[in-house]
């Protein structure tokens, strides 16, 4: 007979089990919210899918099966509407925070992206926002257009060979992002050697894996250092490389007497002012800053545009179309050298270059991660005609939204760019999230759109780029930062003059 306290040892576990399993499933607030049945009972439910990295196909299948407000954790409800992102990422920071999920990305320091603190997200805000408008990032426009150029000549030595597509465009990204943060050309394009680049992918998959435990939260990322598994201490040991150069970096530039002249995101956050309090960013706030900025502008820029060039290369109407406007729009010779077209006003001058991005960010939308939200009005709110009782996180995924039939049509699973140009069906881009939405958004947005408008017409204006398998099928990896599965193989030629 064992003694009570041993079998009190043995049995405590499976009580705590069974009155988790009963709250949950007969007493919790979104029990009467459909879902699937592992999802209303642990959160393993989300890391398992996380892991298989298909999450926003399950999602699709999850709201087509459930409905358009499904329970996907334990308090989390996922919503299909485009409705979401005006009430609640649009609806004002006081009503909802972001969730603990973010913890998960705080790597040494709170950043803009991950921290949940909102006055601190405020103050940071104000006092990078000029760093990112149009104006300030045409003043290293010279920047993007040095690793342009990089790029195109990388793609002109590949002759009448087939080549990865993906994988040059994955070290213009990051080049371009290296010299804007970090004064620094990091040189992989002319490495040409996957090695170089940091592990991004695995970087936000780590951050997703702690964010969505966040009952484990304050142990898992102590404790990972101690986890005896090969490719989780490679990742850290990754991360905290990348966090070292990062902060020697910034502490270099920091201690010089004069910072400087040069154009560049990391000058002007050191020089950064809050307008209304005149404080300046310390050196580990530009550092934490730095770090997320390369991280998440790179994979998602490279990313987004390896998916644009798989759909049009993949539809030859839509490549014909976007062929005649931009060759009528743009000289041959402003695709190289000294004179790649301005971003400035580029977008206005090719409309249908326009639409295949905005129906590039629909359809395969790579900012994948649920964008969870906690309800913060104690007396609950009500979304999309549903009352969410306080406390409860809210999320969306953009895969789910952008593929909404009720919004898109009955097509929305084909790569259409004339959508976005019918006037008997006007579209707003607002129903877009491909950067987030509201006063969380991405404050990136601008530097992405400016390399992927300005490679887009380069590119296409200077090659004719056709695709080795017309059949292959798109399969899109998602770990929270969505990529196309393989390479992109392809042949290029000079287009005529």
């Known amino acids: 007979m064992l003694p009570f306290y041993l079998l009190l040892i043995l049995v405590l576990p499976f009580i705590l089990l069974l009155f988790s399993f009963l709250r949950n499933q007969f007493f919790h607030p979104l029990r009467k919210f459909p879902g699937p049945f592992w999802a209303a009972h642990t959160d ?10 298909r999450m926003p196909d399950t999602m699709e299948k999850v709201h087509e099966r459930y409905g358009p407000v499904v329970r996907v954790a334990p308090n989390e409800l996922s919503f299909q509407g485009v409705e979401i992102l005006d009430e609640v990422y ?3 920071s006081k009503r909802f925070i972001k969730s603990n999920l973010y913890d998960g990305f705080t790597t040494f320091h709170p950043n803009s992206f991950g921290t949940r603190d909102e006055d601190l997200h405020a103050k940071r805000r104000r006092q990078m926002a000029h760093s990112f408008s149009i104006a300030s990032l045409s003043q290293m426009e010279s920047i993007f257009n040095r690793h342009l150029n990089n790029l195109i000549n990388a793609i002109a030595a590949q002759g009448s060979k087939p080549f990865d597509l993906k994988n040059l465009i994955g070290y213009y990204a990051y080049d371009v992002m290296g010299e804007l943060v970090f004064h620094t050309d990091f040189g992989s394009q002319d490495a040409q050697d996957p090695a170089q680049l940091p592990p991004i992918n695995e970087h936000i998959f780590l951050g997703c894996l702690f964010g969505m435990l966040p009952s484990l939260l304050p142990y898992s990322m102590k404790l990972a250092n101690y ?3 090969p490719w989780l201490q490679n990742l850290l040991e990754s991360r905290k490389q990348l966090r070292d150069r990062t902060s020697a970096c910034v502490a270099h530039e920091m201690a010089r007497e004069k910072i400087s002249d040069k154009h560049s995101i990391l000058t002007r956050l050191i020089r950064a002012k809050d307008p209304e309090t005149g404080e300046r960013l310390n050196e580990v706030a530009v550092s934490s800053e730095a770090f997320a900025f390369l991280v998440a502008g790179s994979h998602t820029t490279s990313g987004t545009l390896t998916l644009l060039f798989y759909h049009l290369l993949h539809n030859k109407s839509v490549a014909d179309k976007l062929t005649k406007e931009i060759t009528a729009c743009v000289p041959f010779e ?6 790649l077209p301005a971003y400035a006003g580029l ?6 270059a326009t639409a295949c991005i905005r129906e590039n960010f629909r359809i395969s939308p790579v900012f994948t991660m649920p964008l969870p939200r906690t309800v913060c009005d104690p007396e609950g709110v009500v979304i999309e005609g549903v009352y969410v009782p306080p406390g409860t996180n809210v999320s969306m995924v953009n895969q789910v939204i952008h593929h909404n039939a009720s919004v898109w049509g009955m097509d929305h699973d084909v790569f259409r760019p004339e959508r976005w140009l019918d006037p008997a069906k006007p579209l ?6 491909p950067f987030g939405a509201g006063h969380r958004a991405c404050i990136g947005r601008n530097v992405a759109m400016m390399s992927i408008v300005k490679v887009l017409t380069a590119l296409w204006r200077r090659f004719e780029l056709e695709v080795l398998d017309p059949a292959e099928e798109l399969i899109v990896e998602s770990v929270g930062i969505g990529e196309k599965q ?5 042949r290029a030629k000079l287009r005529a003059e």
């Open 486 to 490: 393989g390479p992109l193989m392809v």
């Open 428 to 433: 707003s881009p607002n129903d877009l999230a």
């Open 90 to 92: 649009k609806g004002g």
């Open 334 to 339: 402003d695709t190289a050298g000294d004179s």
């Open 44 to 53: 393993l439910w989300r890391v398992y899918h996380l892991c298989t990295k």
């Open 347 to 352: 977008e206005a001058q090719l409309p249908y």
């Open 227 to 229: 986890i005896p598994l």
